[in-house]
């Protein structure tokens, strides 16, 4: 910890360089970037990002999961986006989905629509997800969980005449076991709305700035890289396990901050056309984020002094929706590079195996990945309609620096619309694996071998879900899904198992997003 102060200053200037200037970042509240915080409690060494033998640390809890509310590539399921109106070139909703209910009403949609002619709009959801174990694993068992969202979004050209200025600011929290390692031996694995603590978390303080007509947009704030920014796609969010919104390796690999929380950040997107874009952003990694609440909002987590290094994400993509083509398509190319301290998977500080020597994980700087990602409508039953199968994956690559997973994938089917009756409902199906770095595999083997095991520890993972998407109201969208899991990896557990080959998990996600629920209008943003 004695190079914090280093690593803040780093950050800081590293931001600054990104952004090319600060006007906007120190603008938005620079009483609370330049405050010098107390250290109200002592910090702890990040251990490691892989648990063997019950080195664990709340800090490393850093999987990924986030918002659904990432830039279209279906019609929203819960219908938010309406219809998109014909014109000749793309495809447009033509039946009507039928609902069980109805939360809207015309008093508070007509507020909406007040407070957003007057700049003002809030966003937000509710998902309540039970998960349970029922095969293989370590034991049959459920795990409950719920996260709330809420957002209050400003377009500041109606509010001060700022053209093309928003403010987004959004808090969360999540309550509940919402994580089911303990039942099905996956540390991997975890329930969608899973975060890292309990409590409630800034999830969004930022300024958004668009320039040159729509070319331009700078991000700057208190943000989450992972909400839509990098390697997102609406439709991981539609599973209920290990996806929503970015492949699991994004996170593996590297240390932006978790779902529920965010740090100092800055991003810029160049928009060469309306399809085509770059983008590339600096994110404070700050463990202290991780905290439960902050350690208390704003807490001394806002300032720079805890900052342990960068992780600075790039990607380049081309994209379009059933506004302009009848058979819409993403591809994006990525890389990102992370700066700080993390944990050697193996050796000790006297480069001794840990699992069997013990002591302190031999500490280590710097990884690198690149990632690949597609996806794409193959079929419809009507050109026109926005029904069809979409065909999608991603592969993620570490090539530099030790991050416990050397290579990984995903592969799945979305079939949006699967019955002319039921035109918003879904059923969706997605494989992802995990080839596990050497340096873990080994370590896993010797972890064995200290409880008198000759087994091997599988060098892979896969994981699969099949679930379908039940839109029973505008809003409200239940999802029941069945998981299965090959060679669950054990590395949460204080105790490594032989024999431990699956896991089978089935469950129910509910989600109610307030803006279709409630037909409140939204601010549109610009990700992509």
Not at 11 to 34: D, E, Q
Not at 177 to 199: F, K, L, V
Request: glycine share 10%; net charge neutral; hydrophobic share 35%.
């Amino acid at each position: 910890m004695q190079n914090t102060g280093l690593h803040a200053v780093s950050f800081s200037c590293r931001a600054t360089k990104f952004m090319g200037c600060c006007g906007v970042f120190g603008g938005l509240l620079p009483s609370l970037v330049f405050a010098e915080p107390q250290h109200t409690e002592k910090m702890e060494q990040v251990g490691n990002f892989y648990f063997v033998k019950g080195n664990r640390h709340y800090y490393d809890a850093a999987h990924a999961p986030t918002q659904p509310g990432v830039p279209r590539f279906v019609p929203a399921p819960n219908g938010g986006d309406g219809p998109v109106a014909p014109n000749g070139k793309g495809a447009h909703s033509i039946l009507p989905q039928p609902y069980f209910f109805s939360l809207q009403f015309k008093p508070v949609a007509q507020g909406g629509k007040f407070l957003a002619d007057h700049g003002v709009y809030f966003n937000g959801w509710n998902i309540s997800q039970l998960n349970a174990n029922v095969g293989g694993g370590y034991k049959n068992g459920s795990a409950y969980t719920n996260w709330a969202l809420l957002g209050l979004n400003l377009d500041m050209q109606r509010i001060a005449g700022i053209p093309g200025g928003q403010m987004h600011f959004i808090i969360d929290d999540v309550a509940g076991q919402g994580r089911s390692w303990e039942y099905n031996a996956s540390d991997w694995s975890w329930i969608n709305t899973w975060g890292n603590h309990d409590g409630l978390q800034v999830r969004e303080f930022t300024w958004d700035q668009e320039l040159f007509n729509k070319h331009l947009f700078i991000l700057a704030g208190r943000s989450n890289p992972k909400g839509g920014e990098f390697e997102g796609s609406e439709l991981y969010c539609q599973f209920a396990t290990f996806l929503c919104s970015s492949p699991t390796t994004f996170t593996i690999d590297g240390s932006s901050p978790s779902f529920t929380v965010s740090s100092w950040s800055a991003r810029v997107l160049i928009k060469p056309t309306a399809s085509t874009y770059i983008k590339g952003g600096i994110w404070e990694v700050e463990p202290w984020v991780r905290a439960k609440n902050h350690n208390g909002w704003p807490g001394p987590d806002w300032g720079f002094d805890k900052a342990e290094g960068e992780f600075i994400p790039v990607e380049a993509g081309y994209h379009t929706d059933f506004t302009t083509d009848k058979y819409p398509r993403a591809y994006s190319l990525g890389f990102t590079y992370d700066t700080s301290i993390y944990s050697d998977p193996l050796y000790n500080t006297e480069h001794q195996v840990y699992a069997l020597a013990g002591g302190k994980a031999q500490p280590r700087r710097g990884r690198t990945t690149v990632y690949a990602q597609a996806q794409q409508m193959i079929w419809k039953p009507d050109p026109n309609d926005t029904r069809g199968l979409i065909v999608f994956g991603s592969a993620n690559f570490l090539t530099s620096g030790d991050g416990t997973v050397r290579n990984g994938f995903v592969a799945g089917l979305f079939d949006w619309g699967p019955f002319r009756s039921r035109p918003r409902d879904y059923v969706g199906l997605v494989f992802q694996s995990y080839l596990w770095n050497r340096k873990v595999v080994h370590s896993m083997n010797a972890s064995l071998q200290a409880e008198g095991y000759r087994n091997q520890w599988n060098s892979s993972e896969t994981m699969m879900e099949l679930n379908y998407g039940l839109n029973v109201a505008p809003g409200v969208m239940a999802t029941p899904y069945f998981e299965y899991i090959w060679n669950p990896d054990q590395l949460a557990s204080s105790r490594v198992l032989p024999n431990v080959k699956y896991a089978a998990q089935v469950g129910l996600m509910v989600n109610f997003e307030i803006n279709p629920g409630l037909n409140l209008p939204e601010l549109h943003r610009y990700r992509k």
